[in-house]
Nanobody
């Protein structure tokens, strides 16, 4: 499945952005969808994920309470609402999907087979 991520941009610290991730030609009904980010010179890190079954959500400690992952009822789009943004949130954000991830691996980028192209989020201080 091909993924399309959008919604990045430049925002001041304390501001908000909403990222969107959509699969081309299908829904996310059987996929766990995750958001990852990669800052310059750093490894890609887990941000949040939503399971296809039950819609349970998971967050990195660094974003818990500030970011919210959700999906629309038709399961055609997954959102990442980012509030109270900090300069350290600056990164390229990627959405990823996979149909066979087990819960213990949900934070591991290597477990996701399908990736979007990334969208840049820049938070100024």
């Amino acid at each position: 499945v091909q993924l399309q991520a959008s919604g990045g941009g430049l925002v001041q610290a304390g501001g908000s952005l909403r990222l969107s991730c959509s699969p081309s030609g299908r829904s996310f009904s059987r996929y766990t969808v995750g958001w990852f980010r990669q800052a310059p010179g750093k490894e890609r890190e887990f941000v949040a994920a939503i399971r296809h079954s039950g819609g349970h959500t998971y967050y990195a400690d660094s974003v818990k309470g500030r970011f919210t992952i959700s999906r629309d009822n038709a399961r055609t789009t997954v959102y990442l609402q980012m509030d109270s943004l900090k300069p350290e949130d600056t990164a390229v954000y990627y959405c990823a999907a996979d149909s066979g991830i087990i819960l213990s691996s949900i934070r591991e980028a290597r477990q996701y087979d399908h990736w979007g192209q990334g969208t840049l989020v820049t938070v100024s201080s």
